[in-house]
Antibody
Framework: EVQLVQSGAEVKKPGESLKISCKGSGYSFTTYWIGWVRQMPGKGLEWMGIINPGDSDTRYSPSFQGQVTISADKSISTAHLQWISLKASDTAMYYC????????????WGQGTLVTVSS | QSALTQPASLSGSPGQSITISCTGTSSDVGAYNYVSWYQQHPGKAPKLMIYDVSNRPSGVSNRFSGSKSGNTASLTISGLQAEDEADYYCTSFTSSGTYVFGTGTQVTVL
């Protein structure tokens, strides 16, 4: 069974660092792109960036370039989304998604990781 | 890279049809046939409903259909049912090699 399983909810203070994860199973992890999506409370979906786990080719949406780091460790079939210094405005649900079986459509999604940043 | 433009909300009675538009530019929707649509119920992850403009993944009802003309893509839901009440988002591949979402449309079944 294909699954993307994300790490659990996080509560952090402004200025702290954070790395959340998305573990793929049931498919060839290095074959399909993985993307990260932000959904702020009560708002729409926003693409943050995508990564090819096979060669680590990473592309960031302009709004997120320099704000986060996307990486993948193919040895453990896991993608990561990382912040160096969180802000209150980073409070959101974060989803990973994979284009499994498709050239350019996001067919499988993780369950989401809720990140709350508050002093 | 601006979000694709969708109507904020649409509504219809059971059995009716509604069409959600998704307007982009010649650098995204107009340039590629890589437009897909997602359904999101409250508190849930998005679900792929249409890919490559007009194709349905296995298991998605044939009441959902997609099309594109120029810089505007559309999702039509025919025979509206209560379970179709959700938020819908389009997304397109862009000339910068990334993706952009639409602003989202809240569909209400009256």
């Amino acid at each position: 069974e294909v699954q993307l399983v994300q790490s659990g909810a996080e509560v952090k203070k402004p200025g702290e660092s954070l790395k959340i994860s998305c573990k793929g199973s049931g498919y060839s992890f290095t074959t399909y792109w993985i993307g990260w999506v932000r959904q702020m409370p009560g708002k729409g979906l926003e693409w943050m960036g995508i990564i090819n786990p096979g060669d680590s080719d990473t592309r960031y949406s302009p709004s997120f370039q320099g704000q986060v780091t996307i990486s993948a460790d193919k040895s453990i079939s896991t993608a990561h989304l990382q912040w160096i210094s969180l802000k209150a405005s980073d409070t959101a649900m974060y989803y990973c998604a994979s284009a499994i079986g498709y050239r350019s459509a996001w067919s499988y999604w993780g369950q989401g990781t809720l990140v709350t940043v508050s002093s | 890279q601006s979000a694709l433009t969708q109507p904020a909300s649409l509504s219809g009675s059971p059995g009716q049809s509604i069409t959600i538009s998704c307007t982009g530019t010649s650098s995204d929707v107009g340039a590629y046939n890589y437009v897909s649509w997602y359904q999101q119920h409250p508190g849930k992850a998005p679900k792929l409903m249409i890919y490559d403009v007009s194709n349905r993944p296995s298991g998605v009802s044939n009441r959902f259909s997609g099309s594109k003309s120029g810089n505007t893509a559309s999702l039509t839901i025919s025979g509206l049912q209560a379970e179709d009440e959700a938020d819908y988002y389009c997304t397109s591949f862009t000339s910068s090699g990334t993706y952009v979402f639409g602003t989202g449309t809240q569909v209400t079944v009256l």
